[in-house]
């Protein structure tokens, strides 16, 4: 959101369930709320999930009604984006966009719509002419070119071993290190990786009630990709741009005189930012390096292409 900001972006557009902005945003002030914050830590005290107890903090508050947008993934991310806007003073316009379909992770296909997990399950299992159907139609070729290039599909489960190392090489310690970690979950990580044999099993092991899948998903991510909390800068240091059309082109143009952070068209030009900003850029390119072991096959996971790579021109 710093970087929509700092862009000068005027309105965010993103998908949602209940396609409500006003809603979506009465719950984001809800959450900021001391009092809220007060019934949240009452309820996590009592041993309930986060999610369980923001979503009755919240419909103390709220009501159950105003609560209800709590429930939904995409409207939780409309919350955040909202809460970021405000937390930034930014001044910009919230579009919520319905969504159709079928939910998050539903396997099955509703309203002549598949989700995206369902779709990616089916390129993890060699499946693209079911997925290429379920495409728009500048989507098609796109997706062709990159499967037949072994760009895709990119999972964990092609580099497990590497992420098992990993995850065993790791002391409680280190899992604290990680964001998003408190609450003494390092130690339960810790355990999971002494035992697990698979990736899938070291979520199952680490998650509980109180712990959500979702968010040991995310550590174990971080773990690999060796990031921890403080890898986070305090502030924007560059945006960078990853691709662009004829308007983005024409927005571009005003952003880099207007915009307060150097913005990046090229990789080279990383080597001249702040030591905060190369820092940053740094453990960009050593994710994308990782990402590459992701990929189907070894032949494309040669590191260093994020050196090399420019913007996508549409």
């Known amino acids: 959101m710093s970087a929509l900001a700092a862009l000068g972006a005027d309105t965010l557009v993103f998908g949602s369930e209940s396609g409500d902005a006003v809603a979506l945003r009465?719950?984001?002030?809800?959450?900021?709320?001391?009092?809220?914050?007060?019934?949240?830590?009452?309820?996590l005290a009592g041993g309930l999930s986060y999610a369980a107890a923001r979503q009755r903090?919240?419909?103390?508050l709220l009501g159950e009604a105003g609560a209800s947008v709590l429930t939904g993934p995409n409207d939780l991310l409309g919350v955040a984006y909202l809460d970021a806007i405000a937390r930034l003073g930014a001044e910009m316009t919230a579009?919520?966009?319905?969504?159709?379909?079928?939910?998050h992770d539903t396997p099955e296909s509703r309203e002549g719509y598949t989700?995206?997990?369902a779709l990616r399950r089916l390129l993890l299992a060699g499946e693209l002419e079911p997925v290429l159907e379920q495409l728009p139609d500048p989507a098609r070729p796109v997706l062709r070119r990159e499967w037949e290039a072994g760009l895709t599909p990119a999972s964990l489960e092609h580099c497990q071993r590497a992420v098992l190392?990993?995850?065993?090489?790791?002391?409680?310690?280190?899992?604290?290190?990680?964001?998003?970690?408190s609450e003494g979950l390092e130690h339960?990580?810790?355990?999971?990786?002494q035992r697990?044999?698979?990736?899938?099993?070291?979520?199952?092991?680490?998650?509980?009630?109180?712990?959500?899948?979702?968010r040991i998903r995310r550590l174990a991510l971080w773990a690999f990709l060796g990031m921890t909390a403080a890898d986070r800068p305090e502030r924007l240091?560059?945006?960078?741009?990853?691709?662009?059309?004829?308007?983005g082109k024409e927005v571009l143009h005003s952003a880099k005189t207007a915009c307060p952070v150097p913005v990046l068209t090229k990789p080279a030009a990383a080597r001249r930012l702040e030591a905060e900003g190369q820092r940053l850029f740094a453990l960009e390119q050593r994710g994308a390096d990782l990402w590459r072991l992701c990929l189907p096959g070894l032949a494309q996971s040669a590191a260093g292409s994020g050196w090399t790579t420019g913007p996508v021109v549409l």
């Open 95 to 103: 579009v919520a966009v319905p969504r159709v379909g079928p939910g």
């Open 57 to 60: 903090a919240a419909a103390a």
């Open 165 to 181: 190392y990993r995850l065993r090489t790791m002391g409680p310690e280190d899992f604290a290190a990680l964001p998003d970690c």
């Open 188 to 193: 339960r990580l810790y355990r999971a990786a």
């Open 196 to 214: 697990a044999t698979s990736v899938e099993e070291f979520y199952a092991l680490a998650k509980t009630k109180r712990y959500a899948h979702a």
């Open 26 to 43: 009465r719950a984001a002030e809800c959450l900021r709320r001391e009092d809220c914050q007060t019934l949240l830590r009452k309820e």
């Open 237 to 247: 240091p560059y945006v960078r741009v990853l691709g662009l059309n004829d308007r």
């Open 115 to 117: 989700s995206a997990s």
